[in-house]
């Protein structure tokens, strides 16, 4: 909305012209974000609690655990609205095919989150939608994006390599079901790692930081020629909607903190993870996400080596799965876990930003 005031730079109103900034943009959205979602938030949880929307405990999770029980949920609507009205007051949603094509996606996601986030309301269980449902339906909205980046014709379908200036392969149209993969794994990476106070949120906050740069340097010709990287005309803008998230994310963690107030359930961490994984795809850099996004992929991991290990040998890997249950099992209370785990989501980053740059 703002975005489209610049024009009135020419037509008397010079300070204006501002607005043509991404980076300008970019930190309003996170400002503007951030501040109105602290403001409501306390009325938000409020009435979560009058109408008993509260997070279902899985009973076979560690036993601190338990104390969590009548925690509202549902605080994915809350950054999901946050964020999307942010992206009207300051991107170009109308005329930036990445952003129209992202907001498709965040409200798809998001509607797959909250219909597990309601189930589990409403049956008063930690089930929710069906693992096979909602693996459906990820895969076919993922499907819904990928296949509109393709039919831009001027997307490239190469994969790039990390570290390696000029080493890049060409995958042709199975770069659909290849960003399938990414997104539809990232956002359940994220889901899986949404099991204490905060935890979640700041890999989240650092990695949508991280591929917010990215985006305004490959949206940049002269910087993606100076680093090496593949210039995507028209991207920079999603710097703007990668700000909002940042915002958003900001004011949910100063609520769930722990002790939390208020979990952000399905709506928020499957849709986070997909706004992660579809910002990967379009930098490029989905080898390198597997560095930044190092927290998830180990939280992925560990249920999958664990369930396989179970199933083949009968014996388990680790004491819990996913990871951090693994160290709250072990002894470490999960304020320990979770900030030793922002430590190493931090750093990973910071090893990320190197590999680009030798690159």
């Known amino acids: 909305?703002?975005?489209?005031?610049?024009?009135?730079?020419?037509?008397?109103?010079?300070?204006?012209?501002?607005?043509?900034?991404?980076?300008?943009?970019?930190?309003?959205?996170?400002?503007?974000?951030?501040?109105?979602?602290?403001?409501?938030?306390?009325?938000?949880?409020?009435?979560?609690?009058?109408?008993?929307?509260?997070?279902?405990?899985?009973?076979?999770?560690?036993?601190?655990?338990?104390?969590?029980?009548?925690?509202?949920?549902?605080?994915?609507?809350?950054?999901?609205?946050?964020?999307?009205?942010n992206v009207l007051l300051w991107s170009d949603f109308i005329f930036n095919p990445y952003v129209f094509v992202m907001t498709l996606l965040i409200i798809l996601f998001g509607l797959i989150g909250f219909s597990d986030d309601y189930l589990k309301m409403t049956k008063?269980?930690?089930?929710?939608?069906?693992?096979?449902?909602?693996?459906?339906?990820?895969?076919?909205?993922?499907?819904?994006?990928?296949?509109?980046?393709y039919a831009r014709g001027d997307y490239s379908t190469l994969l790039m390599v990390p570290i390696f200036k000029n080493a890049a392969f060409d995958i042709g149209i199975f770069y659909i079901p290849f960003g399938m993969l990414v997104i539809t794994a990232t956002s359940n990476a994220l889901n899986l790692t949404d099991g204490i106070d905060g935890l979640a949120i700041v890999p989240t906050i650092v990695s949508t930081a991280l591929l917010?740069?990215?985006?305004?340097?490959?949206?940049?010709?002269?910087?993606?020629?100076?680093?090496?990287?593949f210039y995507?005309?028209?991207?920079?803008?999603?710097?703007?909607?990668?700000?909002?998230?940042?915002?958003?994310?900001?004011?949910?963690?100063?609520?769930?903190?722990?002790?939390?107030e208020i979990f952000m359930g399905d709506t928020g961490s499957l849709t986070l993870g997909a706004i992660i994984g579809a910002f990967t795809i379009i930098t490029k850099t989905e080898f390198l996400s597997i560095v930044f996004n190092?927290?998830?992929?180990?939280?992925a991991l560990s249920v999958i080596f664990q369930v396989g290990s179970f199933k083949l040998t009968g014996k388990r890997i680790f004491r819990m799965a996913p990871l951090?249950?693994?160290?709250?099992?072990?002894?470490?209370?999960?304020?320990?876990?979770?900030?030793?785990?922002?430590?190493?989501?931090?750093?990973?980053?910071?090893?990320?930003?190197?590999?680009v740059k030798v690159r």
């Open 212 to 229: 917010g740069t990215l985006l305004y340097l490959v949206g940049h010709s002269a910087l993606a020629n100076y680093l090496h990287l």
């Open 294 to 299: 190092g927290i998830f992929v180990a939280e």
């Open 124 to 149: 008063k269980n930690s089930k929710g939608l069906s693992g096979k449902k909602k693996l459906f339906f990820q895969l076919l909205f993922s499907g819904i994006f990928m296949t509109v980046l």
């Open 1 to 85: 909305m703002f975005f489209y005031l610049s024009w009135l730079a020419e037509k008397g109103f010079p300070s204006l012209n501002v607005l043509n900034y991404i980076t300008f943009r970019t930190f309003m959205a996170v400002l503007t974000s951030f501040f109105i979602s602290l403001f409501l938030y306390p009325k938000f949880i409020r009435h979560l609690k009058k109408i008993k929307a509260e997070q279902s405990i899985r009973i076979d999770g560690p036993s601190t655990h338990l104390a969590k029980v009548g925690t509202p949920s549902f605080g994915g609507i809350l950054i999901i609205g946050s964020l999307l009205l």
């Open 324 to 355: 951090h249950h693994h160290f709250e099992v072990g002894g470490l209370k999960e304020t320990k876990v979770a900030m030793r785990f922002w430590i190493v989501a931090i750093l990973l980053a910071i090893i990320s930003i190197a590999m």
């Open 232 to 260: 995507i005309a028209d991207a920079g803008e999603l710097s703007v909607v990668a700000g909002a998230v940042i915002g958003a994310s900001l004011a949910f963690l100063w609520y769930n903190a722990h002790p939390a």
